[in-house]
């Protein structure tokens, strides 16, 4: 097996104990998985929540490992040039660690990867600056909740604080006039995105796609559909990605 380079001296930016110390374990984890693991992918995500990735890195605890999180430490651990990558090839995985990806370290072969990857499909609630898929009207009176239910009593101020004209009558929530929540194709803003998830409007896709893998010090990238790229730049906030991190 080709020699590790994992010995390299990393110098994190001046931050504070507590974080230092979570970065500086982060690369530990990411490192000790190049060691264990044969292929290692990176992989993007759309409209993730917790609850829906976490059933993947549960089926596939056995063999496999997931980070997700800052992309800056998941390149430092990797590392971002031919002169500190900890094993040959694996720097490559660096450029294409940007936006909302994650690492997979494996043992499953690339068609069993591949097999999990593309059964994952979810609707889920669109965040603000989604595009509505449908436009959402509602007429005037009694207003029903999801699947024609009753609405609590008690949301009638979160409607009402999210551009709702609503009132109480008798303990039932009636729109005092025609109400129109989204027209299709429109950039959702947060009001709306509030309101979508109180009546059970599921307009984004949780999905996940393989960008690249690097196996064995050789390093394969994937086409990707143009239409389909996120070219956002965020992190995870750090509460998040100590919910995602080391799975």
Known sequence: MPR????????????GKKQR????????????AVEKYPSVY???????????????????????RFFLGSNKILQVALGRGPEDEV???????????????GLLFTELPLEKVKEEFEG??????AKAG????????????????????????????TLRKNGMPTK?????????????LCERGESLSPAQAALLRVFGYKFAKFQMGLLCRWHEDEFE????????EDSGDEDLEEEELNAFEGY
């Open 4 to 15: 590790s380079k994992r010995q390299r001296l990393v110098t994190l930016s001046k931050v």
């Open 21 to 32: 110390e979570w970065k500086e374990g982060l690369i530990e984890k990411v490192r000790d």
């Open 42 to 64: 990176v992989f993007k995500y759309k409209d993730m929540k917790n609850n829906s990735f976490k059933a993947l890195p549960d089926k596939l605890r056995d063999s496999s």
């Open 87 to 101: 094993r040959e090839n694996m720097s490559k995985l660096t450029k294409i660690i940007k936006g909302h990806v």
């Open 120 to 125: 994952l499909d979810e609707p889920e609630f």
């Open 130 to 157: 989604a595009k509505a898929k449908e436009t959402v009207s509602f007429s005037k009176g009694a207003v029903e909740g999801p699947h024609g239910g009753k609405l609590e009593h008690t949301l009638e101020p």
């Open 168 to 180: 109480l009558n008798k303990g039932i929530i009636e729109l005092i006039a025609d109400f129109t």
């Open 221 to 228: 990238e994937y086409e990707q559909d143009s239409e389909e």
